[in-house]
Nanobody, 114 residues
């Protein structure tokens, strides 16, 4: 059974940082491109970032480029998203996902507010 379990969300002030983690199981994690996707209140899904299986290639949405960093530890089957300089518009539920195979986590709430 495929499982993606996110953690690390919470309430943070504007300008603050958070690190999200996603523990993967049930598939060969290291072979797959993985993504972070978010959904802000009342809005649709927004792709945030992606990383290749070996971790050597990353990509970001323009809205987070320069502030967020995606990484992975294949020995631990874990995906990360380091989020710095957070803004109120980053408030959303963040999902760890492999959308092409229909793998989604349950999501973790990130709220950026003073």
């Amino acid at each position: 059974e495929v499982q993606l379990v996110e953690s690390g969300g919470g309430l943070v002030q504007p300008g603050g940082s958070l690190r999200l983690s996603c523990a993967a199981s049930g598939f060969t994690f290291s072979l797959h491109v993985m993504s972070w996707v978010r959904q802000a209140p009342g809005k649709g899904l927004e792709w945030v970032s992606g990383i290749s299986g070996a971790g050597g290639s990353t990509s970001y949405a323009d809205s987070v480029k320069g502030r967020f960093t995606i990484s992975r530890d294949n020995a631990k089957n874990t995906l990360y998203l380091q989020m710095n300089s957070l803004k109120p518009e980053d408030t959303a539920v963040y999902y760890c996902a492999k959308p092409d195979l229909g793998y989604w986590g349950q999501g973790t709430q990130v709220t950026v507010s003073s």
